[in-house]
């Protein structure tokens, strides 16, 4: 990847940073308080070709930088590099028989709508596990852990995957 695709990558980065923090942390359904966490559009958008301990680096500083806005010390951190820890094997379950092309990104327009949800419905839900088993130690309620899962992979599914109609293949 070269310059350009980082740079690329960095714009990405601030505007869902910008977007989760102003906009989506805001946001609380239901009396769970149910909070969209957008932000793992970053780590499921890395290109194919970007190396494996880099990703883990850029979800790092990505958890890190929203743990600093919504004062969750760890939490948005742990999970998002538990994500990008998983991905490769995400990628390597889904990849076609000749691998990755190079220079594709990870979206619905390169791939298609079906192998998009293959590949980002099982991260963001094991995002999710991780982000709340680690919130919930100590005020363990197994049923209202697994109902903020549930609910809350289902509204980050839906905003990831309406977030891929903007996304034009070049």
């Not at 490769?88 to 076609?96: D, G, R």
């Not at 130690?137 to 049923?143: D, Q």
Request: hydrophobic share 55%.
């Amino acid at each position: 990847m070269d310059l350009r695709g980082y740079l690329k990558l960095l714009g990405i980065y601030a505007l869902l940073v910008i977007v989760q923090v102003l906009v989506f942390n805001n946001i609380k359904i239901s009396s769970y308080g149910i909070t969209p966490l957008f932000y793992v559009l970053f780590v499921l958008s890395v290109p194919f070709e970007v190396p494996k301990w880099l990703t883990l680096c850029f979800a790092f500083v990505l958890g890190y930088t929203i743990d600093m806005f919504a004062d969750t010390p760890g939490l948005h951190t742990a999970a998002s590099v538990f994500m990008a820890f998983m991905r490769p094997v995400m990628l390597n379950i889904l990849a076609p028989r000749d691998g990755y092309e190079s220079g594709l990104f990870p979206y619905a327009a390169y791939m298609g709508m079906p192998w998009y949800l293959r590949y980002s419905v099982p991260l963001i839900f094991l995002h999710h596990i991780s982000y709340f088993l680690i919130d919930s130690i100590g005020f363990f309620s197994i049923f209202q852990i697994l109902i903020k899962i549930l609910c809350t992979t289902a509204v980050t599914v839906l905003f990831v995957v309406l977030s891929q109609f903007f996304v034009r293949r070049r």
